[in-house]
């Protein structure tokens, strides 16, 4: 018969969140497990969007984590801002932190890396994680490693960190929760590129959106604007170079392509982020639209909300900040659910009046003009896009 383990935290996830929290939980002496159900190979090179803005490269020195953020990292200036093929100035007014591109993989590699030097116990290939009584004072988490061998941990809290479709939002009973969900009307042809980003930036256009963003030295993330019944056969690579040219109106460095995808653009949030000693962590409880860069944003803002308040549970026995979790974040969420909305609609509707229609695009168009020239609204916006506000 398997032994029964026992630890304060199980995290379930072992992404960009569900690490920092275990380095956070290890640093101030707090216990805790990270089961992750891909091998590390995997999850080593598992590509996400990279942009973390001020508040996260704050969160992150705060703990002292800072050394996870070298290693590849890309300074996240202004970039490049075409509207019709021109090239625009863009001020958005970064605070004294500033943000960085820094890909995910590489950011959680370090992240694993900091985490096993200080001992931590992370399981990898941990398959059929159920969650149970999770409503009483010891949840049990169980799992298969690759030998087929069963584990069970019992532990004070679960972190579930482990994405849109893990199970850990999926063990919270379905009339507990209530998803709010909004669909864009089009999707985004994401591409992985093996080429240097030049140029670099998004584009606005009557064709649709476009956007190349540095991922490293020699790889992109490209995004092209597509209709929502769109597939990726669609979609040759010739036609992805000439696209983006077209959009950006410049000629753009082209080289191999190594996967693409379609995505419809939505928005959506659950709520509570708690039940009973089950908490959730960045996808697993909301999805925002990639226009707004502001996935990893949410998911680190969860984690430091949460570690503070595991933290002051097992070391002082104060459950407020626990207690109030799920409310504080959701607010915070709202907030930025709301920023993702208009940015995306935004730089939609200034491009293909196809969607919208040529009024909404002028509108669109006099508010980004407005967004870029009043103290006031350039200051919001600044502080928005830093993650500040």
Not at 316 to 335: F, V
Request: with cysteine; glycine share 10%; aromatic share 8%.
């Amino acid at each position: 018969m398997a032994q029964i383990e026992s630890t304060p935290v199980v995290i379930v996830g072992a992404g960009g969140a569900g690490l920092t929290l275990a380095n956070i939980l290890l640093r101030n002496g707090v216990g805790c497990v990270v089961l992750e159900r891909r091998s590390r190979a995997y999850v080593d090179q598992r590509q996400r969007a990279g942009a973390i803005d001020s508040f996260g490269v704050g969160a992150i020195r705060k703990w002292g984590l800072g050394a996870v953020l070298e290693g590849d990292p890309i300074p996240q200036d202004d970039g490049g801002f075409f509207i019709d093929g021109q090239a625009m100035p863009m001020d958005i007014g970064h605070d004294e932190e500033g943000g960085m591109f820094v890909p995910q993989h590489v950011l959680v590699r370090n992240l694993t890396d900091a985490f096993l030097a200080e001992g931590g116990d992370l399981r990898y290939e941990a398959l059929d994680v159920s969650l149970t009584d999770v409503d009483t004072e010891r949840p049990t988490v169980r799992y298969q490693d690759a030998d087929g061998t069963t584990h069970t941990i019992t532990c004070d809290f679960i972190a579930g960190a482990d994405g849109f479709h893990g199970v850990s939002r999926s063990s919270i009973p379905a009339d507990v929760l209530t998803e709010y969900s909004y669909e864009y009307g089009y999707s985004w042809l994401t591409v992985w590129a093996a080429v240097a980003t030049n140029p670099a930036g998004m584009a606005i256009h009557e064709r649709g959106l476009g956007g190349m963003i540095p991922r490293g030295a020699d790889a992109t993330r490209i995004y092209l604007q597509c209709p929502v019944e769109d597939t990726v056969e669609q979609w040759p690579d010739e036609r992805i170079w000439s696209e983006l040219e077209a959009r950006f109106g410049t000629p753009v460095a082209s080289g191999e392509i190594l996967s693409k995808q379609v995505i419809p653009l939505r928005s959506v949030v659950f709520g509570p982020m708690s039940y009973g000693k089950l908490y959730l962590l960045g996808d697993a409880a909301h999805i925002v639209p990639p226009m707004s860069a502001k996935g990893i944003h949410l998911a680190l803002h969860d984690t430091d909300l949460f570690a503070r308040a595991v933290i002051a549970q097992i070391h002082k026995g104060d459950a407020t900040q626990l207690d109030d979790y799920s409310s504080t974040a959701l607010r915070h969420i709202w907030n930025y659910q709301a920023f993702a909305a208009w940015i995306t609609d935004l730089m939609h509707n200034a491009g293909d009046p196809s969607y919208e229609g040529e009024f909404r695009k002028q509108v669109a168009r006099a508010e980004m003009e407005r967004m870029f020239t009043p103290p006031t609204a350039n200051k919001l916006f600044g502080e928005l896009t830093a993650g500040t506000n």
